[in-house]
Every structure is written in C-alpha cells, then in structure tokens.
C-alpha cells in the first residue's frame, strides 16, 4: 500500500449506515425536532403539555400578584426540558452521536493535533528529520549541519536525500569511513555522492513517488465489496520489494499496462537508480512511451542510425559456451519444443562449435555477416576460419570446427535453422549494429552492477520477427547478467513491454533465479496466448504480481482465477413468505398495506451460510472490471502476499 499519510482504519463494523441515509436521516430528525418544537409552542397541540408545571408549581406564581420573574425562569426552564427532550428523542432516531463522531469531532481533532508553523521551527533538531538527527547521534553533526542548511534554502530534493541516505548506509555498513563521508558532504552538501551523469532529477514525472520507502504510486484501491475491508479506498504503491517476484500484466491493447503501470515503475526506477539504488533495463517498440531520452544514461535504438550506443550482441562474456546458450536461446527459444530432444541444447552446441574457433583464432566473435556464413557451410569462410586456427595452433578448437563441418547437411542438423533465423539480423536496416570489431560503443548488460538507466528501443515495422528475438536476447542476458553479479547491493529491474513469444522453458527458469539475485522484470502481454499454451499455468506460478488489466478475455481470466485461488465466504439467502390472514381486521389492515405498497404482505427468512468460493471468477474479470482499473495481487520477497484487489489506476 501507499505507505505516504496513510493511516489504518477502524475495524469494520457490519451495523455501519451508509453516509448518504446517515446524513439524510439527521437532516430529517432536524427538520422533525423543529416541526414538533413549532406546534407545541404555538399552540396548535393544546396546553396539555403544560399541565405538569401547573401540578407541581404553586398557584401564587400563576396569579396577577405572582413573582413574574420566577414565573419567567420557570416557564423558559420547562420550556427548554420539552425542547431537550424531543431533541433527545429524535437525535437517538437520526443517529446524530454517530453524525458527531464520523464527522464533526474528527475536525476538531485535526485542528487540536496539528501543530503551529512556529512550534514545528522551535521544535528540537533531534526530533525534525531536515535537522539529520541519525547523523547528530553518530557525530557528524558538521555534515548534518550542511545538509540542514541546503535543505532549508530548498537546494534539495528527495533523489539527493535517497541518495546521502544511501552513502550513510554504507558508513554504517563499513564499508566508508565517517572521516570520508563527512568531508565529502561539507565540500558538495546535497551534490554528494552524485549520480554519474550528474543529473540530479528526471526532466519530467508524471506519477507520485516516495523515495523514502522506495515506492511509487499505482493507483486507489477501489471501494468495491469484492475488496477486504482494510484495502478500500487505500492508495496501492509498488516498490522493489515485491518487483523483486517479478511483475506479470496481462490486458488488451489501451487497458492502461504501459500508460498507467509500466511508465510509472520505470520513472521510479529511473529516480532510484540517480539515488544510487537500482539498474534498470526498459525494453519497448519505438515510440513506446517508456520515458525521454533524457531521462536515461543510455539509449539504444536498434535499426535506427541516430542510435548513440550499440549492442552487444553477447551479452559482454568471453566463454563461447554462456554467449553460445544465449544466442541459441534467442534465435530459437520459441520453437525449441518442436526440435529434436525438445530444447536448445543441440542448437547451443552447434553454435559454440564455431563461436569457440572463431574467438580463438580472432579474439573475438564472428560479427552477424561472419556467423550467418559459417552457419551456412560456406567453404571459403570455413576454410579461411581453419587457417587461421592453424597458424595460430589451436588445435583443440580445429576439432571442435570439424566436428561443425562433419554435421553441417546432415539429416537434422540444426545449423540450416540457426542459419535461416540469424538472416533476420543480417538485413541492411541492421548494418550498424551488433559490432564486434570495437569501433562502436556497445552497450552490454554487464554494466548491472552499476546504477544505469536504460531504454533499448526494438524496431517494429517490418522487422516484428527481429524484435521478438532481440527481445528473447535481452530477457536471456539480464537474467544471465544479474544472477551472475558479484554485488548484488544494486537491485537490478528488467521491464519489458510486450513479452509475446518471449517466453520459453529457459527463460521462466531464468526468471525464478531472479528473486535470490536481488533482481526482478516486469512483463507485459496482451493476451496469455502469446504464450504457449503448457507455459501459461508456469508463468503465473513463476512471478509473484499478478495484474488482470480490463478487458482480459475469459480464457485468461480463467488463469488469473486458478492462480488466486478460493476463499470463504458467508453468504445469506433470504426467502421470502406471503402471510395468510385470518383474523377480519387482519385481513383489511393487509389489504390496506397491499393497495399501497402494491406488493403482498410477506415475512423474510434469512439462511447464513459459509461458502467456498473464487476470489476473482474468469467472469467478473472479462467483464465486471470497470475501464482504467486492473485486478492485482503482490508478493514481497519475504513471502507477504495480498489478495487480489480491484485497482482505479486513474486514482
């Protein structure tokens, strides 16, 4: 939840009246109190209710020569007691004590408790979180000093607070000494520890963030009965905690997944990651939306020539055998299942047979034109490879090259296949990209361990069949990259807009080893059938959020309500009973009540029963989720999990 101003409800409480009959019904039992007051001090009810002042009152008060001003404070002193008690009658019917405690008396405590703007200047530094007081009690009360002051002429904001807090976390870690800390703060104040870009905030936000707890905000959790009590109305929040599970959004083209959840998560990341706290890789089609250019380190633009970085289409290792898996998995991930032995075993082996030679002989890997060539037999480049690894003895990797040879156009060799689907990436618009040879800057996802910003567009038109393994690509090595950090201190975020036809067996176990690692992606997809059909149940078992867009189908609303499970609930059936009169007045008074109510008089039955039923059935969440809200649940890293609640992500 949004932990930012967010107070616990009361518990509830089943006999509650609804605000809008409350409210009517003390401006009725008003109108009621004054209507009665009116006639009975008018006298249109008679001088009855004055016969008990004349009982009990003495006669001598009633006469000319009584004391009239005794007769004048009696009078207004009974008059008053007949006024307290009608009040009191009507109040008890109105519910005004509960008009009184719901609204009027939490004004009065609101304006009780908050305190003057002088008490809160007077107010001691230990307790003002803009006077550092963790600093103080450590003894660095120079930089707490400095950063006081800085943030007092509003020289600061939250990206510099997060960040010093995270440079004082490693003092406190050991890892820098207080000496250090304290002289870097009074040289650069709020600038310390500053991002190497040096930005020190996004050009633009377009959602509410608390960089305090690491969270930014999704969205309201709507006032709906399929809700627990304890979510209604309460502002829902993501942050690492529960990215780390991995993040699933299923939802139809303009359900809000990129507009309203992915743009927020990743200008999120993007501000922990200027704090020093997080890496992000955000994965889009051009013009996706994900963020400006100038709120990342890096943009890389495949296709496009005006693209500043290149990629590494490696992954930035230097073992045949990990870039082999990688490739293998991006060029054939999606059909792995159809191959002989049912994965990309085969296929890695194929392509580390010449990725090894070709490193050996060159220092480094063939480029996309090199390898398609090699895959596809060609004898001058084979040749030319086997002359190299000669002059250079390496004889080990000649066998492995022969061995290539020898299975090259063999009965189901997969060397043609790897052939066919590397030609995607040999095509002119691609001609820049994918540089071994060093004269560009290529990006590699080995960068992880530092706080990047990153947005890698996948081009679109014409080239839909490149995009999807280029994604598979970037999903195998960040999955391959992050559990391989040797500091693990950053959290490493993957979002990925648009996962169709990424998933595969390796990449789902790829994304489980992620929640040890200290890592997590976020995944979007229009429909679960994007998805093959024996990995859709494995998918929604591997992430723990889940996020049932409107609009979701069915079929996927099945999924979403298998996965969340069921609940016990109380029912309560009422039956309803016509009553059969007997008696003559009865009969009348029920035929009076039936010409004006029009219906027959009735008793209710009322069975209670506990039920075990769905959370969210596949019904109400291909139709009874209204538009620009999701269906989401979460997990923490810890185990924490929530039910799944209706969101208003416009909120």
Known sequence: MWTYEHKPKAPEDPDRLPSRGLISGALIALLCTWLLWSLITKGYLGPYWLWPLKLLNSEDWFNRNGDKDMLKWIANGYEALWFLIIAAIFSRVGHWSEVWRRYVAPLFRRAWDEPAPEAVVAGRPEGDPLEWPHLRAAGAHSAADRLAADARAGAMNDVDHARIERAWQSVRAGRNSLASFTDT??????????????????????????????????????????????????????????????????????????????????????????????????????????????????????????????????????????????????????????????????????????????????????????????????????????????????????????????????????????????????????????????????????????????????????????????ARLVLAQFTECAVGRADRSLFACLVLDDASHTITPEALRGIQRLRSAHAGAVLTLRTLDDVPEALRSALLGAVGCRMACAGVTTWDGARFAEVWGTEWVETRDVTDRQIIAEEPLTKVLHFIRKVVTGKAVTTQSVTVRTVERERWSASELAHAVPAGHAVLSVTSVRGEGGPPVLVDLRG
């Open 185 to 470: 703060v009074l040289r650069h104040g709020a600038a310390s520890y500053g991002h190497p870009s040096g930005a020190r905030d996004l050009p633009v936000r377009t959602a509410r963030h608390d960089l305090l707890a690491h969270q930014v905000r999704l969205g309201t959790v709507s006032d709906d009965p399929r809700n627990p009590y304890q979510h209604r109305g309460v502002g829902l929040a993501l942050e690492p905690d529960v990215l780390a599970t991995s993040l699933l959004a299923v939802g139809p083209p303009g359900s809000g997944k990129t507009g309203r959840m992915v743009r927020p998560v990743v200008e999120s990341l993007c501000l922990q990651a200027l704090a020093g706290q997080v890496a992000v890789v955000a994965v889009g089609a051009a013009g996706a939306g994900l963020g400006a250019d100038e709120a990342f380190d890096v943009v890389v633009k495949i296709g496009r020539p005006d693209s500043g970085y290149d990629f590494d289409l490696y992954g930035g290792t230097t073992d045949p055998d990990e870039a082999a898996g990688i490739l293998a998995e991006a060029l054939i991930g999606d059909m792995a299942a159809s191959l002989p032995g049912g994965d990309s075993r085969r296929a890695a082996t194929a392509l580390a047979q010449l990725l090894g030679p070709y490193r050996a002989a060159h220092g480094r890997f063939p480029s996309v034109p090199d390898l398609r060539e090699l895959l596809d037999g060609s004898k001058t480049a084979v040749n030319a490879l086997r002359e190299a690894l000669d002059e250079a003895g390496e004889r080990a990797q000649a066998r492995e090259l022969e061995a290539r040879v020898r299975q090259s156009g063999a009965p189901g060799d997969v060397g043609t296949l790897l052939a066919d689907r590397i030609a995607l990436l040999d095509r002119p618009a691609f001609a820049d990209f994918f540089d071994t040879t060093g004269d560009r800057r290529p990006f590699s996802l080995r960068a992880l361990e530092h706080p990047l910003r990153v947005r890698i567009d996948l081009p679109e038109r014409g080239h839909a069949e490149a995009s999807r393994m280029l």
